[in-house]
């Protein structure tokens, strides 16, 4: 079992940044990969980075490339999502998620293959 704690989410006007951070508790957290993902009510949710065990691979969808950041602390069990020149558009709860199934192995971007999430952090950008 897993649990994945995030916060860090709020209200920025358009430019702006925040920094999200989830914490995972459980297995051994430098074991598995890590991904962002976000959602809007009735869509699906969609990735958005994600970074390999060791924090040596990272990848971004296009839509956020160049403004987020991910990265990670093993010391600390703790993922984090920098965010910068937020746009209305990034608009969306903001949910953590470990593959724990990857054990060393490829970062993966579909959310099915994702087996453990946390409870979302909602992130509005106003224009």
């Known amino acids: 079992q897993v649990q994945l704690v995030e916060s860090g989410g709020g209200l920025v006007q358009a430019g702006g940044s925040l920094r999200l951070s989830c914490v995972a508790s459980?297995?051994?957290?430098?074991?598995?990969?890590m991904g962002w993902f976000r959602q809007a009510p009735g869509k699906e949710r969609e990735f958005v980075a994600a970074?390999?065990?060791?924090?040596?691979?990272?990848y971004y969808a296009d839509s956020v490339k160049g403004r987020f950041t991910i990265s990670r602390d093993n010391a600390k069990n703790t993922v984090y999502l920098q965010m910068n020149s937020l746009k209305p558009e990034d608009t969306d709860v903001y949910y953590c998620?470990?593959?724990?199934?990857?054990?060393?192995?490829?970062?993966?971007?579909?959310?099915?293959?994702?087996?453990?999430w946390g409870q979302g952090t909602q992130v509005t950008v106003s224009s």
């Open positions: 970074i390999s065990w060791s924090g040596g691979r990272t």
């Open positions: 459980g297995r051994t957290f430098s074991r598995y990969n």
């Open positions: 998620a470990a593959d724990t199934n990857s054990l060393y192995g490829s970062v993966r971007r579909a959310n099915y293959e994702y087996d453990y």
